[in-house]
């Protein structure tokens, strides 16, 4: 099995701040790699897939790299609405192993 | 817009059966290339893939999860339906159910064409929070 490690766990960055999150895969994944933003209490929600490709609705200052093993969430200018917990998703032919990183929680100092 | 919504019992003994249906509204569960999965969060921790299953019926589980999962589909109702069997309080989770989106390319002699239909999960329903307990 396909494992996706994420880091940090948590971090807390200024209002203004770029924030970057990783994402590592146990082996290479290609570009099959999605982001989800998870806020407190509530449902989550597609930020990225493809790796870099941006949903439809989200922030430009969201924005998506990597390829293989190594994948990189980053928020260019952290708003006090980006506090949540952030999730990568792995995904792939079948059988389907649709595995999700541990998460990274986002908050403000 | 699709919306789906997760129904069922909030509490469930140990050792019984978690039982959960997904209502489907603004589309068809039945409309070709997309899987219906779920997904639990247990509280205070990540998400975790449990099955998806297509309007035809096949499935696919976590293989973590297999020997107590069986999801269903009701096309005439547009619902897709969860059991877990043999629960314990480490099924104590908020389960969500999602449609799967399938990875698609321009190939150019066939069009489009799907790589894999497990893609990513969007949309969401609202989650239902379990509670395993006596």
């Known amino acids: 099995d396909i494992q996706m490690t994420q880091s940090p766990s948590s971090l807390s960055a200024s209002v203004g701040d770029r924030v970057t999150i990783t994402c590592r895969a146990s082996?290479?994944?290609?570009?099959?790699l999605a982001w989800y933003q998870q806020k407190p209490g509530k449902v989550p929600k597609l930020l990225i897939y493809a790796a870099s490709t941006l949903q439809s609705g989200v922030p430009s200052r969201f924005s998506g790299s990597g390829s293989g093993t190594d994948f990189t969430l980053t928020i260019s200018s952290l708003q006090p609405e980006d506090v949540a917990t952030y999730y990568c998703?792995?995904?792939?032919?079948?059988?389907?192993?649709?595995?999700f990183g541990g998460g990274t929680k986002v908050e403000i100092k | 817009q699709l919306q789906l919504q997760e129904s069922g019992p909030g509490l469930v003994k140990p050792s019984e059966t978690l039982s959960l249906t997904c209502t489907v509204s603004g589309g068809s569960i039945s409309s070709s290339s997309y899987y219906w999965g779920w997904i639990r969060q247990p509280p205070g921790k990540g998400l975790e893939w449990i099955g998806s299953i297509y309007y035809s019926g096949s499935t696919y589980y976590n293989p973590s999860l297999k020997s107590r999962v069986t999801i269903s589909v009701d096309t005439s109702k547009n619902q897709f339906s969860l059991k877990l069997s043999s629960v314990t309080a480490a099924d104590t989770a908020v389960y969500y159910c999602?449609?799967?989106?399938?990875?698609?390319?321009?190939?150019?002699?066939?069009?489009?064409?799907?790589?894999?239909?497990?893609?990513?999960?969007?949309?969401w329903g609202q989650g239902t929070l379990v509670t395993v307990s006596s």
């Open positions: 998703q792995k995904y792939n032919s079948a059988p389907p192993e649709l595995t």
């Open positions: 999602a449609r799967l989106t399938p990875v698609v390319e321009l190939n150019e002699n066939q069009g489009v064409i799907i790589t894999t239909p497990f893609g990513w999960f969007d949309p």
């Open positions: 082996q290479g994944i290609s570009n099959y």
